[in-house]
């Protein structure tokens, strides 16, 4: 094993540690401020000013910008491959739709099952900048598993008693079972975002793909924002803590970190290993600091099953 390898899965444990706390943080934003694209917005919108903050004053961040540019006008990079931030912005988003209602735990397995399947069918693209890999039996087999455990993690999992759904008013009512979806949906997108963001991160590197994934998810995220406020009005008010803004600088680092581990590991790999920090973290945050919707048996049983997909999975790379 290489040391890009071993670096590669180190950074995949602390990309997954830093989604779990991004969750928890734009989970506790939404059900502040009564909706949750609002809190998604802002998380993108304070990254975003670190980013544009950190060119601004270094030249060689600019050029990196500057060969992003230069690959699109020669054909080395797809216009398309530039949309990573709208799976970005769409992940955020149910972070701050749902974690208060189901907890960051029940969040994560589902995202998690969700970013399985789809990296399978990434690597098999070869979308990202690690090439083609081949969908085996033993792969199918773990995100199958991974499939299991959004059902277990849903089956029995109550709404958070004290309303903490931080929608619009009128979606208040939407079955538990879409509260799983959402992040399953955002898990699947989370996979293709880290193959394409890896490519403009091998032309401009990892910060340059940080800076187009966050300027592409924050115009989706004014757009819906906007959307909302002309239907249901805005927040009533902004909250005073902190540490509630924070969503969009952890937001920055794993971005970039993926961005640039993605090239040594690949989106499976990169995918696996992001999935011991964030259950680690979930557990943990669940655990420890509490949501309205508690940690359920079942949402532990979702996450064991999930590791168990992890092991199963992990056995085709070795």
């Known amino acids: 094993m290489t040391v890009q390898v071993r670096l590669g899965l180190v950074f995949g444990f602390g990309i997954g540690a830093g989604v779990a706390v991004q969750g928890r943080i734009n989970g506790a934003l939404g059900a502040r401020l009564h909706d949750g694209i609002a809190a998604a ?92 890999t081949p969908v085996t039996a033993v792969r199918l087999a773990g995100a199958a598993l991974g499939v299991l455990a959004v059902l277990v993690a849903g089956f029995g999992h109550g709404r958070a008693a004290t309303g903490g759904l931080s929608v619009p008013e009128a979606l208040r009512d939407a079955p538990t ?14 996979a293709w975002q880290q193959a394409v963001n890896g490519k403009v991160g091998a032309v401009g590197g990892p910060i340059s ?31 005073t803590e902190p540490w509630l803004y924070l969503g969009g600088f952890i937001g920055v680092a794993f971005i970039a970190l993926a961005a640039l581990t993605v090239r040594w590991i690949g989106v499976l790999l990169l995918g696996l290993t992001s999935v011991a920090g ?3 973290f979930a557990l943990a945050l669940d655990l420890f600091t509490p949501t309205t919707a508690g940690l359920s048996a079942t949402a532990v049983a979702g996450c064991v099953l999930t590791l168990v997909a992890v092991g199963v999975a992990t056995r085709s790379r070795s």
């Open 278 to 280: 964030q259950l680690l």
């Open 41 to 132: 917005t802002i998380s993108f919108g304070t990254g975003l000013l670190v980013l544009a903050l950190a060119f601004a004053v270094s030249g060689r961040l600019r050029e990196g910008v500057r060969q992003v540019r230069r690959a699109l006008t020669a054909g080395a990079l797809r216009p398309w491959q530039l949309l990573g931030g709208l799976c970005g912005a769409f992940f955020v988003a149910c972070q701050g739709l749902t974690v208060a209602a189901i907890g960051v735990t029940a969040f994560t397995v589902a995202a998690v099952a969700g970013q399985l399947l789809s990296s399978l069918i990434v690597d098999r693209l070869g979308l990202g900048p690690s090439g083609r």
């Open 209 to 239: 793909a940080a800076l187009v994934n966050f300027c592409v998810g924050l115009f989706a995220l004014l757009v819906l924002a906007a959307a909302v406020i002309v239907t249901s009005g805005g927040p009533a008010g902004f909250p």
């Open 177 to 190: 079972a879409l509260l799983i979806v959402l992040p399953a949906l955002a898990g699947i997108g989370l």
